[in-house]
């Protein structure tokens, strides 16, 4: 629904200016300062089980913030498929983000150098004993699936997944920013139509990237529905992220009239129904037909996570005491469903900005701790408490100022000479004037 009056965004503080420069430097500092602490914490201090630890920390906080990446993507290419209109001013925001991919390409790294050490347990496919009918590590199961599960063929689709991220990224920023001295239609209908092959190839490389990152840490278990629960912590993760930016970006006075009470609404409605139902319908839909069908190579990864079984049972070839992760499990569930759910659901809390950057807070921390929960059970299912686990929580804190760091210094680099807004896009004026019904 569109409103009588349009807002002349001309009158409007729309770029970052000096902000830019306050944020990249101690922001990249202290990135670097985050990484390089949690590193010595954690390969050198650590004892036996730094270096894991280490690494298997830094792969949950990186898929978090690629979730991000991904998320804003996503977005960016859902606007112009579905040539929406309420979301032209919020749609630079997501374009800023989405090119943060290229750095995410430089944090991947250490992933590549964990991957290839003998030493450190991540994917525990890439242990070349494991396919070894000589060895007595040999896996038959790990073995039966190394024509995809080996070293070369999983750099391959490294780089193929951010080669497609990278390129799209970086081709819509590149045209947006361009039709901001333009004003040339035609760009737009250009976006339109690479929108629709570069949402499949969107939908290819994160599902692949989510079977590859996470699901093949454990290679007994498998689950096709796997990548569309990525999909929904990265989409959710990204609009909590957007919700967060556009709140502080305002309180800095910046876009405190483009973007509106109604921008926030469908924010808010689409956080509720991204990253708490639909997140929600998935995580019940894998557990129920996995818990239905009662296949042991299914249920051994559900095992880890919580069990009801008063007897020990045996996971990644070691014994260990069911239920550790129960409570854990049980807080995810009321963390990430319950009570956002009822904290959102109303009108009311999504027209209140305050209130919804809270809300958005508590979702983005919940998306890191669902990531924490997929990943580190597979390598610590006796030890979830805090004295059982290694450096925890400082650790995971110190990575996560790290990577939020770095985060934002290279997004406010790519924006610094931007604006904020897609000045020039033909529906501006509809998003300008957007009304919830």
Do not use: C
């Amino acid at each position: 629904m569109a409103a009588h009056g349009i807002i002349d965004i001309h009158h409007e503080n729309r770029t970052l200016g000096d902000a830019a420069g306050r944020l990249f430097l101690p922001g990249l500092v202290l990135g670097v300062a985050g990484l390089a602490i949690a590193a010595g914490v954690g390969i050198l201090g650590g004892g036996e089980h730094g270096p894991d630890r280490f690494f298997q920390a830094y792969l949950v906080t990186f898929m978090l913030f690629m979730g991000i990446t991904l998320g804003s993507l996503f977005f960016v290419l859902l606007h112009h498929l579905t040539r929406a209109g309420w979301s032209a001013v919020i749609r630079r925001l997501a374009e800023g983000l989405a090119t943060n991919s290229l750095w995410m390409l430089l944090l991947f790294a250490p992933l590549l150098y964990a991957l290839l050490s003998p030493d450190i347990d991540l994917w525990p496919w890439a242990d070349p004993a494991v396919t070894d009918h000589a060895s007595p590590e040999f896996d038959a199961v790990i073995d039966g699936k190394s024509g995809y599960l080996n070293v070369p063929f999983f750099l391959i689709r490294a780089g193929i997944y951010f080669g497609v991220w990278i390129l799209l990224s970086r081709y819509f920023f590149k045209l947006s920013v361009q039709q901001d001295t333009t004003g040339d239609v035609e760009l737009s209908l250009r976006m339109m139509a690479t929108s629709a092959p570069g949402m499949i190839a969107f939908a290819l490389t994160l599902t692949f990237a989510a079977f590859d990152w996470l699901m093949s840490q454990d290679p007994h278990w498998f689950s096709t529905i796997f990548g569309v629960y990525y999909f929904a912590d990265s989409v959710g993760s990204f609009l909590a992220v957007t919700i967060i930016l556009v709140f502080f970006l305002q309180r800095s006075g910046r876009l405190t009239h483009a973007i509106t009470t109604e921008h926030y609404h469908d924010l808010g409605k689409l956080l509720f129904a991204f990253s708490i139902v639909f997140w929600a319908y998935i995580a019940y839909s894998q557990y129920m037909l996995q818990w239905y069908g009662n296949i042991p190579e299914e249920t051994a990864w559900w095992q880890a996570r919580g069990s009801g079984h008063p007897w020990p049972i045996e996971y990644r070839g070691e014994t260990f005491e069911p239920g550790a992760w129960n409570g854990w499990s049980l807080f995810l569930f009321f963390g990430h469903f319950v009570v956002p759910f009822l904290a959102i659901i109303s009108r009311i809390p999504k027209r209140r900005p305050g209130w919804l950057a809270v809300a958005a807070a508590w979702m983005l921390f919940m998306v890191w701790y669902d990531l924490f929960w997929l990943i580190t059970p597979v390598f610590w299912p006796e030890n979830p408490g805090f004295n059982g686990l290694p450096m925890f929580p400082v650790l995971e804190i110190l990575l996560l100022i790290g990577f939020a760091g770095i985060y934002v210094a290279m997004f406010a680099a790519r924006m610094r000479n931007v604006s904020l807004v897609a000045e020039r896009d033909p529906r501006l004026g509809e998003s300008l004037a957007f009304e919830n019904m």
